[in-house]
C-alpha cells in the first residue's frame, strides 16, 4: 500500500534508493527502515544511493538518515537530489552529492566528475586562527585548520583531517568518528599524543633531527608520519 | 589620568609571584612612582611578611569589601618609601569572601591615587586568579624554566585571552644559566618558544632572594644582588624605559657595580 513511497533497485552495483519527494519524512523512513529489516541479509554491507527528489532535506533529517543506514551496516555513498539544501546538508554531513535526473540514473555521477560546474564543493571544517593553549580543546564535525601552535596540554578532535600551520605539541585526534583515511598535518610534528580514527600513537622521547611539514596517516593498520614532499 | 592594574600570576605555584610582586612594588617605588600592592591570596596571605610589615597589619581586602574599615585604614605604608602600600589579605576567610566585582570597584578607587596597583595573584585558575585577573589593565606572568611551570603559565595565558586581558607578559624567575648550559633546563628561548609571550624580565637564581624575603627586605634593595637588579630592570620597562637584559653569564663584581652606578641606581 505505501509501496510507492520508496523504490529499491540495483544499479551498476549499487543500491539505489528513491525517497518520495512529497510525502510526510517520518512516514518514509520509517517505511524505509522496515523494508530494509525485511530483507536485512540482502542489504547487509550494500552501498546507498539515496535519490531524494525535490525535497529540502535539513542535515539532521540527512543525518538521521544516514545513521538508520548504518545501523543496518549500509553504508551512505551518495546524495541525489534536486534541493540545494539537501546538497547543502549532504556537504555538511561529508557526503557525496549530485544533482537528481532521472536520465542520469543510469550513468551515476559524481561531482569530481561534472564537467559543467568548475566550482570545486569541498568539505566542511573550522579555522582557528590562534595558538592553542594548555587546557583548552576544539572539537568538530568537519575539519580543523590551525593556525598557529598547539601548545602540550590542548586537545584537538575533529571527524575529518587535522592541520596545523605552526608547531603540533599538544594532543590532535583525526577521523575521530571513526574514518581512518582522516590525515593530520603539521609544520612541526611533535604531538603528545596523535590519533587517527581508532589508531594511537605517541612522539618517540629524545631530540628530533630537523623540523619539517609531515603528515600522519593510517596505513597497514598503524599511524605513520611523513615527511611531504 | 588613571593609575595602572598590574596582576602578577602564574597558574603553578611557589614560582615566586609573591617575590615578583614585593620586589617591583619596591623597585616602582623607588622609580618615584606612587604605588600600591595588593594580596589577593586570600586566606594565605604572605605578602606582608615578604616587605616585613606582617606586624602592622590591622584591617585587610576583606575587611575593606565588606565596609568594616576604609581604604585608607587598610593601606599600610612601606618602612622605607612613603609612596608605597601594601594592602594585605585576610587570613580567617576564603577567596568566595570577595568577588570580582569587589575587586574592579576598589581598584578603579585606587586608580585616582596611585600610579600603579600591582595585585598579587594566588596559584590555581580558581576565584582568586579570577579575582586578581577581573580589574588587570596588564598582567605579568611569572614562570620557571621548568616544564610543569610552563605549562599552567599556558593554561593561565589561554585563561587570560579569554578574558580579554591578554596576552600579558613574561618574566621568566629562578633562571640556572649553568644549568641551560648543560642542556638541563630550559632556557629563555625555549620558554618563548612554547608561550610566545613577550619577556619582559629574566630573574636569574640568587640565594639572596629567599634571604631576603626571610628578612622581610626585598632583594632589590640589595644593591649586590643580580636578582634584584634584574627585578628593578622590569619595574624600569614597566614603567616604559627601554633597558637591555643583563648579560647573566658575566662574573659577579666590579663591572656589575659600575653598570649599575651609570644606570643611575
Not at chain 1, 510526510?24 to 542489504?43: H, M, N, P
Not at chain 1, 592553542?132 to 585548520?145: E, V
Amino acid at each position: 500500500m505505501h509501496d510507492e513511497l520508496i523504490a529499491i533497485k540495483g544499479v551498476n552495483g549499487r543500491l539505489l534508493i528513491s525517497l518520495s519527494p512529497t510525502e510526510k519524512w517520518g512516514s518514509v523512513t520509517d517505511q524505509l527502515a522496515s523494508r530494509i529489516d525485511e530483507q536485512a541479509e540482502f542489504y547487509a554491507g550494500a552501498e546507498i544511493t539515496v535519490e531524494l527528489g525535490a525535497r529540502p532535506v535539513p542535515k539532521y533529517e540527512l543525518s538521521s538518515l544516514k545513521a538508520l543506514l548504518e545501523r543496518r551496516g549500509l553504508s551512505l555513498g551518495l546524495v541525489r537530489s534536486e534541493s540545494e539544501t539537501t546538497r547543502e546538508s549532504a556537504i555538511a554531513l561529508d557526503l557525496k552529492t549530485d544533482r537528481a535526473s532521472h536520465n542520469e540514473a543510469k550513468r551515476p555521477r559524481t561531482r569530481e566528475t561534472d564537467p559543467v560546474s568548475p566550482e570545486e564543493t569541498g568539505t566542511q571544517g573550522v579555522l582557528f586562527r590562534r595558538t592553542l593553549r594548555s587546557g583548552r580543546t576544539i572539537h568538530s564535525d568537519g575539519h580543523i585548520i590551525v593556525f598557529g601552535d598547539v601548545n602540550p596540554g590542548a586537545k584537538v578532535i575533529a571527524s575529518g583531517d587535522i592541520v596545523v600551520w605552526g608547531k603540533l605539541r599538544g594532543y590532535a585526534h583525526a577521523g575521530a568518528m571513526g574514518d581512518e583515511s582522516a590525515v593530520v598535518c603539521a609544520l612541526d610534528m611533535s604531538p603528545s599524543q596523535l590519533r587517527i580514527a581508532g589508531y594511537l600513537v605517541t612522539s618517540p622521547p629524545g631530540q628530533r633531527k630537523g623540523i619539517a611539514p609531515e603528515v600522519a596517516r593510517v596505513r597497514d593498520r598503524q599511524i605513520i608520519v611523513e615527511a611531504r614532499d | 589620568m588613571g593609575g595602572k592594574v598590574v596582576t602578577i600570576s602564574s597558574g603553578k605555584g611557589g614560582v615566586g609571584k609573591t617575590t615578583a610582586t614585593a620586589n617591583l612594588g619596591i623597585s616602582l617605588a623607588s622609580l618615584g612612582k606612587k604605588v600600591v600592592v595588593i594580596d589577593a591570596d586570600i586566606g594565605l596571605r604572605n605578602l606582608d611578611v615578604i616587605m616585613g610589615l606582617e606586624n602592622r597589619i590591622v584591617y585587610d581586602l576583606v575587611d575593606i569589601v565588606e565596609g568594616r574599615s576604609k581604604l585608607r585604614q587598610a593601606m599600610i605604608k612601606h618602612k622605607k618609601f612613603d609612596q608605597l602600600f601594601l594592602i594585605p589579605a585576610a587570613q580567617t576567610r576564603d577567596k568566595m569572601a570577595v568577588s570580582p566585582d569587589d575587586m574592579v570597584q576598589l581598584a578603579d578607587q585606587l586608580r585616582e591615587d596611585f600610579d600603579f596597583i600591582l595585585i598579587d595573584s594566588p596559584a590555581g585558575i580558581e576565584r582568586g586568579f579570577r579575582n586578581a585577573l577581573a580589574p588587570a589593565d596588564e598582567v605579568l606572568i611569572v614562570t620557571n624554566p621548568e616544564v610543569s611551570a610552563v605549562r599552567d603559565a599556558d593554561r593561565i595565558i589561554g585563561l587570560i585571552e579569554a578574558a580579554d586581558k591578554g596576552p600579558g607578559k613574561l618574566i621568566i624567575n629562578r633562571l640556572k644559566t649553568e644549568l641551560v648550559k648543560k642542556g638541563e633546563m630550559l632556557s629563555s628561548e625555549d620558554v618563548y618558544d612554547i608561550l610566545g609571550l613577550t619577556i619582559i624580565g629574566i630573574i636569574p637564581e640568587d640565594e639572596l632572594v629567599l634571604s631576603a624575603s626571610n628578612s622581610g627586605v626585598p632583594v632589590t634593595l640589595n644593591l649586590s644582588s643580580k636578582a634584584g637588579l634584574a627585578f628593578n630592570n622590569v619595574a624600569r620597562r614597566i614603567v616604559g624605559e627601554d633597558v637591555p637584559f643583563l648579560n647573566l653569564d658575566d662574573s659577579p663584581g666590579l663591572l656589575r657595580r659600575l653598570l649599575r652606578f651609570i644606570e643611575g641606581q
